[in-house]
């Protein structure tokens, strides 16, 4: 485009916006003077509603692309593994990282602990660095029985944390129910543990409910030191970590002792408030100054200024009772707003609290007769209490007895087959039903949540552990599914094939030839390279399936005339073939198609004869495809004629089933379009490709009429129709018109848009049919009606193909004009074919140049101005039609007085 | 991470008209841009989404301020951030879509490419804008800045020099191009 056509276009634009819109018209029409493009052009812009979306779709597709890049631009993404930690899913996210959850994997043993990775591209790198680091330093120095342990650290591909993973709840959410002696008695534990940190010279300093965790044995594990700070101390020599930094700012308030939320210096005493508040909520359920709808910054000011409510006054139940008095004063006085007026530590504060459980006199309170007696009376009631207790408890523990551990035998026994029963009866029952993809997946996590806990009380039950790998199979599988019932959601389904990969191995490396085992792990490892496709990292895709081929290799070893891995196996050499074509590794392919057909022609016992006949069907159609992709239209054929005289084998064997029927017609497809000279690259042979289809058709016109619901056969019908109509539009004109009729009048407003597409390409094979009947009135009218469903169809659509198959749409409308003696229309129709850029990419294909060729040769033969550069470009078109070794017709010439100028 | 004194004088280059500039720098300014956004859009929160494209135009600013980068004029500036994030997008559109082809060429029915977000789009919108640079390099520019900067019409204005109501101008007569451009098969003959 000239700058000086853009002017005119954008004068024309604006001016006409200007005007009432039923004068624009009329008014284009004259000032446009017969530049009929420019006059569609500007017609077009401003009914721009008619054609909105595209750009819209082209943005969306923008964001879309950015989030991609952006989010596998994460240092986490394909590094699965820190040290020797494999990363197995993720545990949460929080400000400084992620974390995971990981398991050794050096083969030694097995241990799942909680990868805390730290994000890189924080702001302050260098400082968020150094926290890191700190937090491991910190942690090495801790080791108490109720802090969460660090177990191993390392620095690359970014700093990185191993810790003891703590399966619990956070303090306090389970209180309900449990009586005000226990809740204490663990909230005692906590104390001990902030205790031992701070005679380390630690400081906690984001003590909330969610960082202490208590674990299903009723023990309370710290956790999350990643922004303690250190007291002065000797030991510490690291000037960059005093205590007096408060930059560090918890997340919530509620928590956060008075000075914390001031930015000012904090220290043991911060830690004490924090524990006030812990026991707050642990006594009544809501931490200290919770009001509905409050926002952080009223909590804060809450936080620093007022004093919170008595517990007594906050709890409700009969708890209420036990807490006024003593408990009311321990926890007020923990949260006074005064440092120095709190507990002088933890051990202060978890004293007073023994001494309230033994009925003694707390220090909280001051010490008056009546006070001091009423604690006598209830130091005895007190001990009568504890007494049952302990016995009730005892009772508990110790419940080990004979009987019960059968009725804990029975009840696994129990757990593991309903699990099982859900995961795959139930999951395979409704897989096929609209609609069933999220219940599916609640079903299968469901069960997979009971397997795993089983695992975890029987650790060394490889065929739980077996179930529980399928378990995670299946849930990838719901998950990344993209097919029509999917959830779509990769990140999961990746996260789950490779739990399920990893618990394969574990299965593997217990019993090296069980060949589930190995055929499950090739399988999962397909399908995360399928997964990996989808996300566009094709190198780390082809990895898995490298990987997934040696898996086979190893299965088919030790079961070499298994039957059920023969079957899944060639399932997975396809698929690697299918990959390695994709990524244009043609030698790989053939390799991988090649392994295929070895193991399908594996003899098998007579039951299985038809399933194998099917997959050797299946694989020689394969190589034939791939022949046809390297113009070998020869050797396509031979493969195609096998596989066809396979497939009919199998409808003599089982003529009524509808899937052999379609395989059948499959096959003819394949043959015909060996034959379609409308195909790529072919034998030219439209009588035999004519036969093909017609039998394909056929076949489905038998089905479709056989199953009124069998709408895979009657949008095949449609597709064979179309290439029917292609291929006889020139030969047999007559005949083709029929097949194009039935493949356009099938199509409705609710069809696939490519089924809309196949009624389009129809049109156009019928404009090409009714030119060569001498009737350019209809062909015209077919191919504008071409060009208006080409038009119609969704952005989203395959745009390439659309592309080609309008400039096929204008080629054969200027023909119809041409040949309606309209040559000026003509011109400028072709022109505009011309105009279209089919090569955006640079790999133009066979179909594309010839068109190009064709065109040119067209209108340079009706327009002597533009003659010398229609055949310019012609010459081209044959230069790389030449350079990527396709046949090549008559060579143009370019007239040597094309040069002169 | 790239030395940032060459940062510094390819941004410079850049600047005065040398495009080139961009293929030196594109990889490894990108590396950086990407971490810095990849760390925000992790932060997003739920039902807050944010547009990818501006989220990546103020990671640049951020890049640019953390290297030490000094600009004449934030125009320029803009203008390279839309410029670059016009180019990593399009490849990547290109990419995508010739995989896509090439699998579903070959495998007509093969499960998992439902739903895939092949760029055929953005291609289009890429040419599109190519053919508009020709006629009206300022249009494709403000285009350039608003779909693939994110950047507001005021941002635009201010980057520019021109009024909002030139900017609002522009935006209304190329999108109406674009469309029936991108819609149409009735390019203009390039012979």
Not at chain 1, 497 to 516: C, G
Request: with cysteine.
């Amino acid at each position: 485009m000239t700058p000086e056509y853009w002017q005119r276009i954008e004068w024309l634009f604006e001016s006409a916006l200007a005007m009432p819109a039923e004068a624009r018209e009329l008014w284009l029409l004259e000032t446009c003077a017969g530049d009929q493009a420019l006059r569609l052009r500007v017609t077009a812009m401003l009914n721009g509603g008619v054609a909105s979306g595209t750009l819209e779709h082209a943005v969306e597709e923008g964001h879309s692309m950015a989030r991609s890049l952006l989010e596998s631009g994460s240092p986490q993404a394909g590094v699965t593994r820190f040290g020797s930690w494999l990363v197995t899913g993720v545990l949460g996210k929080g400000g400084m990282g992620t974390v995971y959850e990981a398991v050794r994997d050096d083969g030694s043993y097995t241990q799942a602990v909680a990868l805390k990775v730290m994000q890189s591209g924080l702001p302050g790198g260098d400082m968020a660095i150094r926290r890191f680091r700190q937090e491991r330093n910190i942690l090495a120095a801790l080791d108490h029985p109720d802090i969460a342990r660090l177990v191993d650290g390392g620095e690359a591909p970014v700093p990185w944390l191993a810790i003891e993973k703590v399966v619990g709840t956070p303090l306090g959410t389970c209180a309900v129910g449990e009586t005000l002696e226990s809740r204490l008695r663990l909230f005692l534990r906590v104390c001990g543990a902030v205790q031992y940190a701070h005679s380390r010279l630690v400081v906690h300093r984001d003590l909330k409910p969610a960082n202490i965790l208590v674990t299903r044995d009723g023990v309370p594990k710290l956790l999350d030191f990643g922004i303690a700070g250190l007291l002065p101390g000797k030991q510490w020599t690291d000037p960059g970590t005093s205590l007096t930094r408060t930059g560090m700012m918890p997340m919530t308030p509620e928590y956060a002792s008075p000075e914390q939320l001031q930015g000012e210096p904090i220290g043991v005493a911060s830690d004490v408030y924090s524990l006030g508040a812990v026991l707050y909520n642990l006594l009544t359920g809501q931490p200290p100054h919770r009001q509905e709808g409050m926002t952080a910054r009223e909590m804060e000011a809450a936080v620093t200024t007022t004093m919170p409510s008595r517990p007594s006054d906050v709890a409700s139940g009969e708890i209420r009772a036990k807490l006024r008095g003593d408990l009311d004063n321990i926890v007020l006085l923990a949260l006074r707003k005064e440092p120095d007026r709190r507990y002088g530590s933890a051990d202060a504060l978890a004293a007073d609290i023994r001494r309230h459980l033994e009925g003694l006199p707390v220090t909280a309170r001051a010490a008056t007769f009546s006070y001091l007696a009423s604690r006598f009376v209830r130091r005895h009631a007190w001990g009568v209490a504890a007494v049952c207790a302990v016995v009730i408890s005892l009772g508990a523990g110790l419940g080990v007895a004979a009987r019960q551990a059968r009725i804990a035998g029975e009840r696994f026994r129990e757990v593991r087959q309903l699990a099982n029963r859900f995961l795959f009866e139930f999951d395979d029952s409704v897989r096929n039903l609209p609609g069933a993809t999220r219940s599916r997946e609640l079903v299968v996590r469901t069960a997979q949540d009971y397997l795993g806990r089983l695992s975890r009380d029987a650790p060394g039950d490889i065929a739980l552990t077996g179930e529980l790998a399928a378990a995670y199979a299946r849930l990838g599988e719901i998950q990344g599914y993209a097919g029509a019932a999917s959830l779509g959601r990769n990140a999961d389904a990746l996260i789950s094939y490779r739990r399920s990969e990893q618990l394969w191995s574990e299965v593997k490396s217990a019993r090296p030839r069980d060949v589930t085992a190995l055929r499950s792990l090739a399988s999962v490892q397909m399908n995360i390279g399928l997964i990996f496709i989808r996300d566009e990292h094709l190198d780390e895709a082809g990895r898995y399936y490298t990987t997934s081929a040696d898996s086979w290799k190893a299965a088919l070893s030790v079961a070499p005339d298994d039957p059920e891995t023969i079957r899944q196996a060639i399932t997975g050499w396809l698929a690697i073939g299918d990959y390695r074509q994709s990524v244009d590794d043609g030698g790989g392919a053939l390799d991988a198609y090649q392994q295929a057909l070895d193991f399908s022609r594996r003899p098998v016992d007579k039951a299985a004869e038809a399933k194998r006949r099917n997959a050797e069907a299946i694989t020689l159609s394969r190589l034939g495809l791939h022949y046809s992709g390297l113009n070998q239209p020869d050797k396509a054929r031979a493969y195609h004629e096998e596989s066809l005289a396979m497939r009919l084998e199998n409808l003599k064997l089982t003529p009524l089933v509808p899937a052999t029927r379609r395989s059948v017609a499959t096959g003819y497809e394949n043959l015909g379009s060996v034959f379609d000279s409308t195909q790529t690259l072919s034998l030219g042979d439209p009588a035999a490709a004519e036969i093909n289809y017609r039998r394909a058709l056929d076949l489905k016109h038998e089905a479709a009429a056989a199953d009124p619901n069998d709408n895979d056969s009657r949008a095949g019908g449609i597709l064979d129709a179309m290439r029917l109509c292609e291929t006889l539009a020139v030969v047999r004109p007559a005949d083709a018109i029929p097949y194009c009729r039935e493949a356009t009048s099938a199509t409705t407003e609710g069809s696939t848009a490519a089924l809309k597409e196949y009624a389009a390409l129809a049109e156009i094979g019928m404009a090409r049919a009714y030119l060569a009947l001498h009737r350019p009135a209809d062909a015209q009218a077919a191919a504008e009606s071409a060009l208006r469903r080409l038009n119609a169809l969704p952005a989203g659509a395959n745009l390439v193909g659309i592309k080609l198959n309008r400039v096929r749409a204008l080629n054969a409308l200027g023909s119809a004009l041409l040949a309606g003696a309209q040559p000026a229309k003509a011109r400028d129709t072709w022109r505009a074919a011309l105009g279209v850029n089919l090569g955006e990419t640079g790999e133009m294909s066979y179909r594309d140049l010839e068109l190009i060729i064709d065109i040119s040769g067209r209108v340079a033969a009706i327009d002597p101005q533009g003659r010398c550069g229609y055949l310019k470009r012609a010459v081209q078109a044959q230069a790389s039609m030449r350079a990527q070794n396709f046949p090549v017709g008559p060579p143009v010439v370019v007239p040597a007085s094309c040069d002169s100028k | 991470m790239a030395d940032e004194l060459q940062i510094t004088q390819l941004l410079g280059k850049w600047a005065s008209g040398e495009r080139s500039a961009m293929d030196s720098m594109a990889p490894v300014l990108y590396a950086e841009l990407r971490r810095i956004a990849a760390a925000k859009l992790r932060a997003e929160r739920a039902g807050h989404t944010l547009d990818p494209t501006a989220l990546v135009n103020e990671a640049f600013v951020r890049l640019l301020s953390t290297q030490g980068v000094s600009w004449q004029s934030r125009g320029h500036f803009f203008a390279f951030a839309s410029s670059l994030m016009r180019r990593i997008l399009v490849d990547y559109g290109r990419r995508r879509r010739a995989v896509k082809r090439r699998i579903s060429r070959l495998v007509p029915d093969a499960t998992g490419w439902t739903g895939y977000r092949s760029g055929e789009n953005l291609v289009a919108l890429d040419e599109a804008l190519t053919e508009l640079e020709h006629g009206d390099a300022r249009k494709a520019q403000v285009i350039e800045m608003r779909y693939f900067g994110g950047m507001s019409g005021e941002d635009i204005a201010a980057a520019l020099g021109v009024g909002t109501a030139t900017v609002t101008r522009d935006l209304r007569v190329a999108e109406a191009w674009l469309r029936s451009f991108m819609t149409s098969s009735h390019g203009v003959a390039s012979v």
